[in-house]
């Protein structure tokens, strides 16, 4: 079919068919196609029918939409990405905040503070902190601080936070993360904690490089590389 030859190439004149075609397509499969396009092919005048899918009462293309939304990459998509953040479903949230961050949007710091400290799902939580941290964010650094005796993943990222953001409260939960059982823990820790420049901290890096994992063990030497030792 057209639609999904037109998900298939790379055209950028395609992109007013395509949004028109959205507007008026009711087959499902034909849609999953056409959205599939907009991701490859889609313009500013993608963003209104792709706001109804987004927004619309259940609809089943919802995840497809924000995804091919955050393909187009807008400024003009900032409205949409800050209404779901308060979205039901965690991964559109997650979602929400990642595009916001990508579009360089700081004005959603406030409730990313908020969301760090409410939101009833650890992995958004998570995914605030993180957020909080690209955005160089020094007035958070309390909320950080607190979300270091949240959740395993949810400390993980507000400590990776606070190490970029070099604030040496994050030094001893990164420490003891580094004796973390999960090599990717480890590895983030030993990565994060080479930003503080801590008086002693290469004597804890060391051991990493001998570690059983080798992403460990390149981190490690990263680490080392970042605080002059070779």
Do not use: W
């Amino acid at each position: 079919s057209a639609a999904r030859t037109m998900s298939r190439i790379d055209e950028a004149d395609l992109a007013d068919t395509i949004a028109r075609a959205l507007s008026v397509e009711t087959d499902a499969t034909t849609v999953e196609y056409l959205l599939a396009a907009v991701q490859r092919n889609g313009a500013e005048t993608s963003l209104p029918i792709l706001q109804q899918y987004i927004e619309g009462g259940g609809s089943q293309f919802r995840e497809q939409a924000v995804k091919a939304m955050r393909k187009l990459n807008l400024s003009a998509s900032i409205p949409v990405f800050c209404r779901l953040l308060g979205n039901h479903s965690p991964a559109l949230r997650r979602q929400a905040i990642e595009q916001l961050v990508v579009l360089k949007f700081e004005s959603i710091l406030p409730r990313l503070r908020e969301m760090l400290k409410e939101d009833p799902d650890e992995t958004v939580r998570a995914s605030c902190a993180r957020a909080i941290g690209e955005f160089s964010d020094d007035m958070s650094v309390h909320n950080l601080e607190e979300a270091l005796e949240d959740h395993a993943i949810v400390g993980l990222q507000a400590a990776i936070a606070l190490g970029y953001l070099g604030h040496s409260s994050a030094g001893p939960f990164l420490l003891s993360l580094m004796r973390h059982q999960v090599p990717e823990v480890r590895c983030q820790a030993v990565k994060a904690i080479a930003q503080l420049k801590v008086e002693g901290v290469a004597e804890q890096i060391v051991p990493l490089l001998e570690d059983s994992d080798e992403l460990v063990r390149r981190g490690a030497e990263q680490s080392l590389r970042d605080l002059g030792h070779t």
